[in-house]
Each structure stands twice: as structure tokens, then as C-alpha cells.
């Protein structure tokens, strides 16, 4: 998501950089002279500067954040030296509770936060298809100043991601979860796309019952839940119908998924509010336990 946000960007004129967590992207993306984007049957070179240090990128206005969840706490603090003294980060990651860290390191009043329903599947490191398009929100996490909001929106429409400035960023979170409860977990353990997971009865009427443990949470909360829910759920399903889920990449990478910030943090929640989860619950007891034995591989 990182690669596919930076090369429209840059694509659109604007100075972007991206910093990469592994060498062997890095090395991927100088031997093909720039981020490989597949979009719409065109295959395209977009040569956006890529480095390991975020430091190379210092004094930037904003920092867009699309690691995994695991992973917010260790950018956090090197995204708060990259921006200058009035640069704002971005959070558009899945799962609950990145803006939080976020603001443990960073001024709340910089940090916004918000969802897209824009969908990529990394092919190899460097290559990236470009596998859904939906709708971008965005808003500030504390406070009410929109300017920076409006502004950010303004730059992500203009590059082709068609996004709405948001009063109330929490809520766009919440949406973005409620669509990672519907999908992740269910896509990740079967290996189907997202518009499987939408179009059978029987998955579709898991991710139902999810989300709406989910959504008893959100009001308890006193969260703006959309009255579309569920139909927000299947459009998201359709529009992304082609792409696996980061979940299902994750495990297939063998890499730690967000399913603690996702089903996990439902539980939690649940749990502090006396509200039953039995199943997201067990959604996240059986990827915890996919994604145990995927990352002993041999050693078990």
C-alpha cells in the first residue's frame, strides 16, 4: 500500500520518498529503476526515491505510515524526526490502535487518521498490483482543526485516490476495522479473494456476525456507526473482489499478522466492556494458531 500511495503521488508531481523495511526491496527497486505498478492491464516504472533510512527524507510535511501494526511503535519515533515543525503524520493502516501509538511520539494535534478502501497485492519486492479501488476518508485524531485534512484530501484526489476529509476520524477508523473483521481473518485461513469471502453464504454470514460484535462495541463506545453497515461491507467485497487480503499475504510471506489489532482488539475490547465476542474470539485463536505453525515452518 506504502508502494502503490507513493508512486501515484509521485506520479502526480509531488516529492515523495519511501522508506523500506528489507534491503531485498531496496535492491529489487533499484534493479528495475523504480516501483513496478501494475494498474488497469498497464504495467508501468514509477521511479520513486526508495531508501532504508528514513532520515534521507527529513524535514517532510507529511508522513504516511502503511506498516503493519506490528510494526507502528517501531516507526513511530523515526517518523516524528522525519517531519518538519509543522508536518502532520498519517495513519491509514488496519486494525484499532496506531493513531494512539502514534501520539505517544508525536503531538496528538498532527496525527490524523482514516481508512481506504484501495486494495494492493505485492507481487515480489518492488512489484505491486494495484488490485481495487474504493473510497479514502481522512480526519484529525485530536482536536478540530480540518485545514490539514482538507488539504491532504485535496493532494490524494488530485493523484487519483478520490478522498474525503473526515470531523470525525475515529469513526473512519472503526469503518476501516469493521471491513478488516468482515475480511481478514475468514480470507487468511480459507486463501480466497475478497470477493469470495463476500459472495458465499456461509463466509458471508461469518463475517456478518463479526462485524456485528464489532458494531455492539462501536455503540457502547458511542461510536457513529454507518446505517449501511453491511451493504458498505459486500460493496467493499466487490470492488476489491480480486485481491487477497494482508492477512492471507502476511501468512503467505511468512510474516506476523495484525490479527491482534484487528479480531484481537475486538476481544479486548469485549472484554473490558462486558460485551460477548465468541466469534471473533475464535477467528483470532485460529490465525494465532495458523500463524504459529507458518512461522516455525521447520523448526517444529
Excluded at 113 to 137: C, D, I, K, N, W
Excluded at 141 to 170: H, K, Y
Aim: glycine content about 8%.
Amino acid at each position: 500500500m506504502g508502494s502503490l500511495f507513493g508512486a501515484l503521488l509521485f506520479e502526480a508531481g509531488h516529492n515523495v520518498g519511501l522508506v523500506a523495511a528489507r534491503q531485498v526491496y531496496v535492491d529489487a527497486v533499484k534493479r528495475n529503476q523504480g516501483i513496478v505498478l501494475e494498474e488497469n492491464n498497464d504495467r508501468r516504472v514509477v521511479p520513486c526515491p526508495l531508501s532504508l533510512n528514513a532520515m534521507d527524507f527529513a524535514d517532510s510535511d507529511l508522513c504516511l505510515v502503511f506498516v503493519k501494526s506490528t510494526s507502528t511503535a517501531k516507526v513511530a519515533e523515526e517518523a516524528a524526526r522525519c517531519l518538519n515543525k509543522n508536518g502532520y503524520v498519517l495513519t491509514l493502516q488496519n486494525g484499532m490502535g496506531n493513531a494512539d501509538i502514534l501520539s505517544q511520539y508525536i503531538d496528538p494535534g498532527r496525527v490524523l487518521a482514516g481508512y481506504t478502501s484501495h486494495a494492493a497485492l505485492l507481487l515480489e519486492p518492488g512489484v505491486v498490483r494495484h488490485t481495487g479501488m474504493g473510497a479514502t476518508a481522512l480526519g484529525p485524531w485530536a482536536g478540530t482543526q480540518m485545514q490539514p485534512a482538507e488539504n491532504i484530501a485535496r493532494v490524494f484526489s488530485q493523484a487519483g485516490i478520490a478522498t474525503e476529509p473526515l470531523s470525525d476520524a475515529r469513526a473512519a477508523v472503526w469503518d476501516k476495522l469493521f471491513i478488516n473483521i468482515g475480511i481478514n481473518a475468514i480470507g487468511a485461513l480459507l486463501g480466497i479473494k475478497n470477493g469470495q469471502v463476500g459472495s458465499h453464504p456461509d463466509s458471508c454470514r461469518l463475517a456478518i456476525l463479526a462485524m456485528e460484535e464489532a458494531r455492539t462495541i462501536a455503540l457502547s463506545l458511542g461510536v457513529r456507526v454507518r446505517e449501511d453497515l453491511y451493504g458498505h461491507f459486500l460493496n467493499v467485497c466487490q470492488l476489491t473482489a480480486e485481491n487477497y487480503c494482508s492477512m492471507w499475504q502476511d501468512m503467505q510471506l511468512k510474516r506476523p499478522t495484525e490479527v491482534d489489532f484487528i479480531h484481537g482488539a475486538v476481544s479486548r475490547l469485549g472484554a473490558e466492556h462486558n460485551i460477548s465476542t465468541p466469534v471473533n474470539d475464535v477467528l483470532a485463536a485460529l490465525v494465532r494458531t495458523a500463524q504459529y505453525y507458518n512461522l516455525q515452518g521447520d523448526n517444529l
